[in-house]
């Protein structure tokens, strides 16, 4: 989308051609276009029928709320979730900042939770569409200035005054190459280069990045939080220049609860063998070495040596892993499993697995489940070899 077409569409002229783009049932329709077009041009409709389709994928995945904003593609697909946003900014306010500069702000989802806990901000954003999007996000009380955060913060000529003694910093690098989404760091923009100086400076500091970034490139200096939401591993956040938080350590944070494990890097939890309950911990609490935390809390230990599921008699109630009662214990050979599939009535099977080689939905069409009962299927390596756990999910309490 070019320039005067993204501020056309953040204008009055635009909102009202998005409440009629709205209307459309499916905008990427030849109808939709055809009918925009009898009163915009071809670029201001096919850019409020697009937008109008980013809105729609937006409230599916972060609610309501977050239909009425602009959105690039790009800038949809990357942005933090609400609760995670939330909470990054109630660490910085908590630490004292008042003002936060948001490096690389994309559409603006961490700036506006920023703004929501009362922080002054001020977006950096090097794409001019997304820049545009952002200022129609954030409001006129939120500064974005378009151009590259090198210009701003560190090495060569400043047009302006970058981040203070005080400020706060939060960076959100892209990490997409024309190959789509990377998880290497040398793919990162602004680049990785840029945010270890921004972790080993003075300032208070977050840097999320993805949450398979390798141990060994976290900074020293840094604090790392590994974040789920609901289950699903979305970020690790690196914090520095925050006393609270220790440099080095490595925490899992569970939302929506706000729940936090302490990791202990190298340290492993005790060999168990399979006992009546079985735990599935959180991805966040495995990638934030706090296994042998949580086996010690849950009196439980691990089934095999590298194996994330943990296991004990006592049934103890967690927020940092799922709970099940294990039923029965089957070798994997697929001809026991699929008989016991049939002599049990099941048609509905869930499938787990860790540390064996096979495709669940593969061997669920295999085991050819055709029954009316449900049931949930483990397979793991233990210390006495290979087994599928017949396992019963416990809801908490
Ligand atoms: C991952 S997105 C930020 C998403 C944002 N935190 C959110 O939740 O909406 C990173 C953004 O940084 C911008 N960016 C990348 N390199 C930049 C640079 N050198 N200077 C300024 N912006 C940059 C990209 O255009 C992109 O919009």
Same mark, same amino acid.
């Given at each position: 989308m070019d320039i005067a077409t993204a501020q056309w569409l953040v204008s009055e002229g635009g909102r009202e051609a998005l409440r009629q783009a709205d209307a459309w049932a499916d905008p990427t329709s030849v109808s939709a276009a055809q009918g925009m077009r009898r009163q915009w041009n071809a670029e201001q409709s096919a850019a409020a029928l697009s937008q109008t389709r980013l809105r729609r994928r937006a409230a599916l995945k972060f609610g309501a709320g977050a239909g009425s904003l602009f959105y690039t593609s790009d800038g949809l697909e990357q942005a933090t979730r609400p609760a995670v946003a939330a909470w990054r900014a109630t660490r910085f306010v908590q630490a004292g900042v008042s003002t936060i500069w948001d490096l690389?702000?994309?559409i603006g989802a961490d700036a506006l939770a920023f703004a929501a806990a009362g922080l002054r901000v001020i977006g950096v954003e090097r794409d001019p569409v997304t @820049?545009?999007?952002a200022q129609a996000n954030l409001g006129q009380g939120v500064e974005v +200035? &378009?151009?590259?955060? @090198?210009e701003l913060v560190g090495a060569g000529? &400043?047009?302006r005054p970058g981040p203070q003694p005080g400020e706060g910093i939060f960076c959100d690098p892209a990490r997409r190459t024309d190959r789509g989404r990377s998880w290497r760091v040398q793919d990162f923009s602004p680049s990785w280069e840029f945010v270890t100086r921004l972790l080993t400076g003075n300032a208070s500091v977050c840097v999320k990045v993805g949450p398979g970034i390798p141990r060994a490139l976290i900074p020293d200096a840094a604090h790392a939080t590994w974040v789920s939401e609901s289950g699903d591993l979305v970020e690790a956040s690196l914090w520095a220049g925050f006393p609270a938080l220790g440099a080095g350590a490595a925490e899992a944070l569970l939302l929506p609860g706000g729940h936090m494990l302490l990791g202990e890097p190298g340290s492993d939890p005790v060999p168990a063998e399979i006992g009546r309950f079985l735990y599935e911990p959180d991805p966040a609490v495995i990638r934030a070495g706090a +296994?042998?935390? +949580? @086996?010690d809390d849950l009196d439980a230990g691990a089934i095999a040596p590298g194996i994330a599921y943990l296991s004990g008699d006592r049934l103890e109630d967690t927020p940092f892993a799922e709970a099940f009662e294990v039923l029965e214990v089957l070798p994997t050979a697929e001809k026991t499993v699929r008989a016991w599939v049939r002599n049990h009535d099941i048609g509905v099977l869930e499938i787990k697995k860790r540390g064996i080689d096979v495709d669940p939905a593969e061997l669920r069409r295999r085991l050819r489940p055709a029954g009316t009962h449900k049931a949930t299927l483990v397979l793991t390596p233990t210390s006495a070899g290979a087994v599928a756990l017949v396992v019963r999910r416990i809801s908490r309490a």
């Open positions: 690389g702000c994309g @820049a545009i999007f +200035l &378009t151009g590259e955060v @090198a000529p &400043t047009g +296994l042998a935390r +949580l @086996a």
